[in-house]
């Protein structure tokens, strides 16, 4: 687990931010939203409520196959920017579709492109005096003959981690967090957190007890890091229903122009 700059602690509600503070969540397929046609898939971001409290707000803006590059050519980015408050918080986990080489509308470059884009949303969360945090990429469901959990992200949760240390950003590093809980789990255990279904073998996709478990990873690293205090968290080591995962009737990008 790495530790954040100690500047890049949240300001707390008694220091000036007299209101709600909001969690923004730009990022891939790994952490969105999810509605009822893809049931039982389940992004971490639709759990990571149930480990923060109520005066911690989640808008999940992440979705279904972008990249850093996809993203921000949408205009995704700028309206989470048109929004976001000093105090709130961006956290950015890109990687997945960034290493699509064979699609330019989201490829990019690890060393360059990608770092680049990256700063982009750190600048921009800075500039409107809010905290942005980088996340690694949540690792896939893949082990070698002998049961050991493989990285499957390349050099980019690597070049991630240098623009944290470059700019002084807090990290989240979701690829390690995770590749050691599926270590601990093993290649058996961990088909019971990844989307497999009658007809289908997802080792990138979670479904409910997957997110939540993800979820967890995200709000403890947020606490030791010191971007949340223990009073924006809750129930950490507690065990959460999967009752409690819904999916929405519709999805609204089907009715984006």
């Given at each position: 687990m790495g530790a954040a700059p100690a500047a890049a602690a949240l300001p707390h509600p008694s220091r000036g931010?007299?209101?709600?503070?909001?969690?923004?969540?730009?990022g891939?397929?790994?952490?969105?939203?999810?509605?009822?046609?893809?049931?039982?898939?389940?992004g971490w971001g639709m759990a990571l409520p149930f480990f923060l409290r109520k005066d911690v707000r989640v808008?999940?803006?992440?979705?279904?196959?972008?990249?850093?590059k996809s993203f921000l050519d949408e205009g995704?980015?700028?309206?989470?920017?048109?929004?976001?408050?000093?105090?709130?918080?961006l956290l950015i986990q890109f990687g997945h579709n960034d290493q699509k080489?064979?699609?330019?509308?989201?490829?990019?470059?690890?060393?360059?492109?990608?770092?680049?884009?990256?700063r982009r949303y750190v600048a921009g969360?800075?500039?409107?005096?809010?905290?942005?945090?980088?996340?690694?990429?949540?690792?896939?469901?893949?082990?070698?003959?002998?049961?050991?959990?493989?990285?499957?992200?390349?050099?980019?949760?690597?070049?991630?981690?240098?623009v944290a240390r470059e700019e002084g950003v807090a990290l989240v590093d979701i690829q390690e967090l995770s590749l050691a809980l599926w270590q601990k789990l093993g290649p058996e255990a961990t088909t019971a957190y990844?989307?497999?279904?009658?007809?289908?073998?997802?080792?990138?996709?979670?479904?409910?007890?997957?997110?939540?478990?993800?979820?967890?990873?995200?709000a403890a690293e947020l606490l030791h890091i010191r971007v949340l205090a223990p009073s924006d968290t809750r129930?950490?080591?507690?065990?959460?229903?999967?009752e409690w995962i819904t999916w929405p009737d519709a999805d609204p990008e089907e009715n984006r122009p």
């Open positions: 931010h007299h209101r709600m503070r909001t969690l923004y969540i730009a891939d397929s790994t952490a969105a939203q999810k509605y009822a046609a893809a049931a039982p898939e389940t808008a999940n803006h992440a979705i279904n196959g972008r990249s850093t995704r980015l700028d309206t989470i920017l048109a929004a976001i408050r000093p105090g709130d918080l080489i064979d699609d330019p509308t989201r490829y990019t470059e690890p060393w360059t492109s990608y770092q680049d884009n990256l969360a800075r500039e409107r005096g809010a905290l942005p945090v980088l996340a690694t990429s949540v690792e896939r469901r893949k082990f070698d003959a002998s049961g050991t959990a493989l990285r499957t992200l390349g050099e980019y949760p690597a070049a991630m981690r240098e990844f989307n497999w279904t009658p007809t289908e073998r997802d080792n990138t996709h979670f479904n409910p007890p997957g997110a939540i478990a993800v979820a967890r990873l995200v129930r950490l080591d507690e065990e959460i229903p999967v």
